[in-house]
């Protein structure tokens, strides 16, 4: 498998947004369930959303609502936009795909 990479990570002020991406290459994309992890300084990673491959998805309730993971097929993409976002929001952001991570990407709010 080859390693997932993320972007679109950075500096946001509370109550922004932030769009992150995810290109994951190789076959069996389409077939393939996604997700995404955040950890955070002194903090165990945790799962925040996961779309399957019929697009079904689940979402932490600690995001519900907030954000939002989406696929596209035809680029081997994930997305996850983030909005209203929160200081505790703050974490490197990883994408996974079928036991693989990231390097992650770091999202930071500032109050």
């Known amino acids: 498998q080859v390693r997932p990479v993320e972007s679109g990570g950075g500096l946001v002020q509370a109550g922004g947004s932030l769009r992150l991406s995810c290109a994951a290459s190789?076959?069996?994309?389409?077939?393939?369930?996604m997700a995404w992890y955040r950890q955070a300084p002194g903090k165990q990673r945790e799962l925040i959303a996961f779309?399957?491959?019929?697009?079904?998805?689940h979402y932490a309730d600690s995001v519900k609502g907030r954000f939002t993971i989406s696929r596209d097929n035809a680029n081997n993409t994930v997305y996850l936009e983030m909005n209203i976002l929160k200081p505790e929001d703050t974490a490197v952001y990883y994408c996974?795909?079928?036991?693989?991570w990231g390097q992650g990407t770091q999202v930071t709010v500032s109050c």
């Open positions: 779309i399957r491959s019929d697009y079904v998805t």
């Open positions: 190789g076959s069996g994309f389409s077939i393939t369930t």
């Open positions: 996974w795909r079928g036991g693989v």
